[in-house]
């Protein structure tokens, strides 16, 4: 054994991992100094942390050292072996408070290489030289240093729990009493860990695999959170464009109005000041002929009197006086009595307009999809009431009672012309766009019907593919007719079987996509759902086919 002098000289040449001499020894900038192969490994457990430390100060670093091979300590480490003299143990005795100390040194506190379950005690390296070389102890379980050990002693018999039981869940030693009465079934401590540790690495996978879930769930709400912010910012950017847009119209319409005016101003200004100048002129001529008969009244000579009189030419009839007509009110009262009128019908589709877009903000969703209700009391939480618009109604349709029933009239109707009115197909869509979550019913009397969602933009000219519903790509219709169902959408079909009724549900989330129809009867029967992506808002639309076909948007409670 080296002498005492030699082993405290050669403490300065131990590796602090290995506690052996230096092998190839290298010195990182806290001057701590190790194999070159243990500090390698070291850092190589710790490589997916992105921070390295050392193992004896705990200095820390962002990047990873570059290892140079400290060739001084390297010389005097080989002159130590040639010596026959061995690096005695690191010194272990600047142990931290949450170190384990070795239970059998007594000289010093040296900290604890391994734990022992079986011997229930904690060994420094020195210490524990005979569990790895002498037999009895090759079978003893080692672990981490743990200061936990003593609660595996058994309170009773001063014995390390060794066998478990399994009916309990509970732990017992050799000597502690067992009711006889009672079956046990027992087996040892070790086996029963590697049995739990089977259940506790799924437990461990469940509970990962639950991180990782809940990790993305947080990155989609954060990708929500940042859509909300994106979709707001844009929708009121798109809204104060659509707003000054709105103004501009108005501004225009207000200045065309009093161009108009001031025109039709001049106009009869112009006319006024010719009658009026020709008024004066009259009242000239008329002035000059009173004093040609003031002059002749004046005469003595009657003979010139009554050569005189015959001469003066008649009076004509005067052309103005029963045309002027002085009105005591306002010239131009009519256009302000239209204005006004322009503007009550304005704040009429300003408030209608506003409860639609008021119930389609309180229709955002920011967090997942409810699901799908199951029963139509359900369905009627999402209930609108919405109504037919007959600027888009053809011309031979008829919307009547509050413009919720539509009927095909046998004579055209007059309507104003309007670009959104269907021309080729007895067609009519809602005047409310539909976003959120809607439903709505439909009942009617006909051989025929096509209830419809559609974009706004549908065709509307004629009768081709474009303009019909389900046979593009802006509109999803149900077709009934002859007492069967069929679901369409951008010209391709499909059949439907299941009960016919004379009254169908819709039921549209928006923002997830779906749109449903139900046959409503005693229950509700689903006949077609639709999964998709809706990238405008939607209106609910009507197609029949013969004359006297009746359809109406139900009311609901």
């Not at 190839?24 to 997916?48: L, Q």
């Not at 540790?197 to 695999?209: G, M, S, T, V």
């Not at 019909?468 to 009934?480: E, T, V």
């Amino acid at each position: 054994m080296a002498q005492p002098g030699n082993q405290l000289n050669s403490t300065s040449f131990s590796c602090m991992i290995c506690q052996r001499l230096l092998k190839d020894p290298v010195t990182i900038t806290c001057r701590h100094s190790y194999c070159m192969t243990c500090i390698k490994s070291f850092w190589d457990k710790e490589e997916g942390k992105s921070i390295y430390s050392c193992p004896h100060c705990r200095h820390t670093y962002t990047i990873r050292p570059v290892l140079v091979k400290n060739s001084v300590l390297a010389e005097l480490s080989e002159q130590f072996q040639k010596t026959g003299l061995q690096a005695a143990p690191a010194d272990c005795s600047n142990t931290r408070p949450e170190d384990v100390s070795c239970d059998v040194c007594t000289d010093r506190k040296i900290r604890a290489l391994k734990s022992c379950l079986i011997c229930l005690a904690s060994y420094c390296e020195e210490h524990l030289q005979p569990h790895y070389v002498a037999a009895p102890f090759k079978k003893h379980k080692l672990v981490e240093p743990s200061k936990n050990l003593q609660e595996n002693i058994s309170s009773t018999h001063n014995e390390g729990m060794k066998m478990f039981y399994h009916n309990d869940q509970n732990f017992f030693d050799f000597f502690h009493p067992v009711n006889e009465h009672t079956i046990y079934k027992t087996i040892s401590a070790t086996t029963e860990r590697k049995n739990r540790e089977r259940d506790f690495e799924k437990f461990q996978q469940q509970i990962q695999q639950r991180i990782q879930d809940r990790e993305k769930e947080v990155k989609l709400l954060q990708q929500e959170l940042e859509a909300i912010h994106h979709s707001a910012d844009q929708t009121v950017k798109d809204s104060e464009e659509i707003f000054t847009q709105m103004i501009r119209l108005i501004q225009k319409r207000s200045c065309d109005v009093k161009q108009q005016i001031r025109s039709q101003q001049q106009t009869e200004v112009s006319r006024v000041k010719d009658l009026q100048e020709e008024l004066e002129q009259d009242i000239t001529e008329l002035k000059r002929r009173d004093a040609e008969l003031k002059q002749l009244a004046f005469t003595e000579d009657y003979s010139n009197f009554l050569l005189n009189y015959p001469s003066l030419p008649p009076l004509s009839e005067s052309s103005h006086s029963s045309s002027i007509n002085v009105r005591p009110l306002r010239y131009f009262e009519d256009v302000t009595a239209a204005v006004s009128e322009l503007r009550d019908k304005l704040q009429d589709i300003l408030r209608e307009e506003w409860t639609n877009i008021s119930r389609t903000l309180t229709h955002v969703d920011v967090l997942l999809p409810e699901p799908e209700p199951k029963r139509r009391a359900d369905f009627l939480k999402y209930s609108c009431q919405i109504t037919l618009d007959p600027n888009t109604a053809h011309t031979h349709l008829c919307v009547t009672e509050e413009n919720r029933m539509v009927t095909v009239m046998s004579q055209q109707q007059s309507f104003f012309n309007n670009p959104d009115r269907f021309t080729g197909l007895l067609q009519v869509l809602s005047r409310e766009s539909l976003t959120g979550r809607c439903y709505w019913e439909v009942e009617w009397r006909a051989e025929g019907i096509v209830m419809a969602v559609t974009y706004r933009n549908i065709g509307r000219a004629g009768n081709g593919e474009a303009c019909r519903f389900g046979w593009n790509d802006k509109s999803w219709a149900l077709y009934y007719h002859q007492n069967s169902y069929r679901f369409c959408h951008n010209s391709m079909s499909a059949s439907i079987s299941a009960p016919v009724s004379s009254r169908v549900g819709v039921y549209l989330d928006h923002r997830a996509g779906v749109l449903s129809f139900y046959s409503v009867s005693e229950s509700m029967t689903l006949l077609h759902r639709v999964q998709t992506t809706f990238t405008q808002p939607l209106h609910a639309g009507l197609w029949l086919y013969k004359t006297s076909d009746t359809a109406r948007l139900c009311k609901l409670k």
